[in-house]
């Protein structure tokens, strides 16, 4: 959803602004409707936890865990932390990478507290099953540094492409687990998102609602 200064104005566009909270809050409703099925309908007792002030530090977490480990060609770790189709693109990144080339990421700090955006939860056609989908916005300030290894005969040096430069991030990170016959698995990354622009939220918006007023 649009933030900050990419909302429309309240004064200069009113019903365009009202348009999109409407949109916000029937999100907010539709996930809130998720979260009660989820919890008390999809198994019997024990009912199945939340943890929603967990999530957001879980994010961080395996957000820095995804990265480090990207860096540092560790496959093994990749794959504990993404979901399979984010785990093929990192590993296809990694083996066109120069063998010789070495990348540092550094997570310098974070810029506020990562949080909860949205959320999405789908129940499955199998008993008891259902993916529960957050997407958390993460801002941080963060490098990368690459070095490069050279063979002059016999020795061996490291030289660097260029001096690393400090930059704020923002990056909104989809966290996706799922529930199979009544057991939960762990939360993973599914993949990022850019910010959505207030012209497709609206498009989103009217693609549904048309064929809902059809059915009247």
Request: aromatic share 8%.
């Amino acid at each position: 959803m649009p933030s900050g200064p990419r909302k429309p104005s309240m004064f200069r566009t009113p019903s365009l602004r009202l348009r999109l909270e409407w949109f916000r809050l029937k999100k907010k409703l539709n996930a809130l409707k998720g979260c009660i099925i989820y919890k008390y309908f999809l198994r019997s007792r024990p009912w199945p936890k939340l943890r929603r002030r967990k999530i957001a530090p879980e994010a961080r977490k395996l957000y820095e865990k995804m990265y480090t480990a990207f860096a540092k060609r560790d496959l093994v770790t990749l794959k504990s932390v993404c979901h399979e189709g984010l785990f093929a693109s990192f590993r296809t990144r990694i083996n066109v990478r120069p063998p010789k080339e070495r990348l540092q990421w550094t997570l310098h700090n974070y810029i506020g507290s990562p949080r909860i955006v949205s959320t999405n939860i789908v129940t499955l056609e199998t008993e008891k099953s259902a993916l529960y989908q957050v997407v958390v916005k993460i801002r941080s300030q963060q490098s990368l540094e690459r070095t490069r290894s050279i063979k002059d005969g016999l020795s061996s040096d490291t030289t660097k492409e260029k001096e690393p430069i400090i930059e704020n991030m923002t990056e909104y990170v989809i966290l996706q687990r799922k529930m199979l016959r009544g057991d939960e698995g762990e939360w993973k990354i599914s993949g990022t998102m850019e910010e959505s622009k207030v012209e497709d939220v609206l498009a989103n918006d009217a693609a549904v609602a048309i064929p809902a007023a059809g059915k009247q």
